[in-house]
Nanobody, 120 residues
């Protein structure tokens, strides 16, 4: 599965951004998708996850109530709506797709990353 991210940029604290992650290839094999982020000098953090069809979502405590993950299955695209952004949300955001090729053989593919910078 190939993933292409878009939507990052520079925004002031309190503002909003929407990230997109467009999937192509063997999208039928995707079981779940999600977003990680990594800030300079910090460990990678799992931000949000969503199961195929959007039936189940999870969020890091640091973004609960501010971020919303969703999918548009017709467009094979996942979104991360980020509201009430804080300077500590500044990071490179990576989307991923996890799935199964065959019984016992799974994969996790990654997007190229998109920079989100929140100014105070």
């Amino acid at each position: 599965v190939q993933l292409v991210e878009s939507g990052g940029g520079l925004v002031q604290a309190g503002g909003s951004l929407r990230l997109s992650c467009a999937a192509s290839g063997s999208t039928f094999s995707i079981n779940a998708m999600g977003w990680y982020r990594q800030a300079p000098g910090k460990r990678r953090e799992l931000v949000a996850t969503i199961t195929r069809g959007g039936g189940s979502t999870t969020y890091a405590d640091s973004v609960k109530g501010r971020f919303t993950v969703s999918t548009d299955n017709a467009k094979n695209t996942m979104y991360l709506q980020m509201n009430s952004l804080k300077p500590e949300d500044t990071a490179v955001y990576y989307c991923y797709a996890a799935g199964t090729v065959s019984p016992g053989l799974g994969y996790k593919d990654w997007g190229q990353g998109t920079q989100v910078t929140v100014s105070s």
